[in-house]
Every structure is written in C-alpha cells, then in structure tokens.
C-alpha cells in the first residue's frame, strides 16, 4: 500500500538523501506545506512571508518500510530541540514538523516523539511539531534531486552547515 509522508527538516536539500535509498521508498520530492499561501515559490518561502516549511514529502510502501522506520530516520536527520530553525539555516520555513495524514500517523507520531523526549538524549525539550498534512507544493525543478545535480553544491553546503557534526554527536558517539 502506497502512502505519504511529509517532513519538515531545515533544508530540503538535505532531508531528500537518507530517505532515498530504502527498499519501499516510491518517491521523494522537495517541496512547500503548511503556509497561507497558493503555489508559493522559494523566494516566498525562504523569505518567510508564506507561512511554509521547506519539507520532503515520501511516498512509500508501508508494507515494505513502515511508517515508525521513516520517524526514525527522520529524527535522526535533525535538532528537535531548536525552535529556530536548523542548523545554520534560521527562520520558520527552516523549523522542523511531522505533517501526518491520517489519525494513525498522528498517534505514531506523538508516540515516536515521546519515546525520544524520554530517551534521555536530549537535554532541552523536544519542540518539532505534529500537525495535519495541507497542500503540498512540489519545489521548483532545480532543487529536486540536488543532492545529485549539484553534488559539490550540496556537500560544501551540508559541511558548512553543522548537520553532520550534529549527526555524529547525538546519534552515533551518544548511546552506541
């Protein structure tokens, strides 16, 4: 069974890659959700004046790769604790959020993040959101897949952004 699953994590640049390559993932595609406004571009959203969150949106086969599998891929990918936005990306179309589509995501959303505000992993609080999944806005051309079409681009921007020294921080020195 096909279904959707939207994430918001800071850059889209960023959260397209670790999601890409699993068996059962159909899709991802970078794109806009959550904002005021019809067919925002990427100006409007990196302005802030939209009300969108850069996010990928996940088409998977939940038979294959479970919902529960893609949050845990997903907190691994950024700070839920900054409120701010991500890394050195800053501003609310950078901030984080799980946009669920049926009250079953809701649920397993709450409880994936619960499960990692008592984790002890973090110090501050656990602040990415859950909301209801709105229309998505698939990015303009040039920022899908560019991780791949602009692969020095992308690495000298992911080096330069504080993600992967997070990553390895809190993911991969802390509780392994």
């Known amino acids: ?9 800071g850059c889209f640049w960023c959260m397209v890659k670790p999601f890409v390559e699993w068996d059962g993932i159909h899709k991802v595609t970078s794109g806009y959700m959550g904002g005021h406004i019809d067919n925002p571009t990427y100006e409007d959203v990196k302005e802030g004046t939209s009300g969108h969150l850069e996010v990928v949106e996940i088409e ?4 294959v790769f479970s919902y529960e599998q893609l949050l845990d891929i997903y907190w691994m ?3 839920p604790t900054d409120a701010f936005g991500q890394f050195h990306d800053r501003g609310e179309s ?3 959020a799980i946009f ?14 619960e499960k990692l ?3 002890g992993r973090f110090d501050k609080p656990i602040v ?4 209801d999944a709105k229309h998505f ?5 040039y920022h899908q897949d560019f991780y791949k079409k602009e692969s020095e681009h992308y690495q000298k921007d992911r080096a330069l952004s504080g993600r992967d020294q997070f990553i390895t921080e809190h993911w991969e020195k802390k509780f392994s």
């Open 1 to 9: 069974m096909i279904e959707k699953a939207t994430f918001a994590g």
């Open 60 to 63: 998977f086969d939940s038979s």
């Open 77 to 79: 990918q950024i700070d």
């Open 94 to 96: 950078y901030t984080t």
């Open 100 to 113: 669920t589509y049926s009250e079953e995501q809701k649920c397993i959303a709450e409880a994936s993040k």
């Open 117 to 119: 505000a008592n984790s």
């Open 128 to 131: 990415t959101t859950i909301r």
């Open 137 to 141: 806005y698939p990015a303009e051309d």
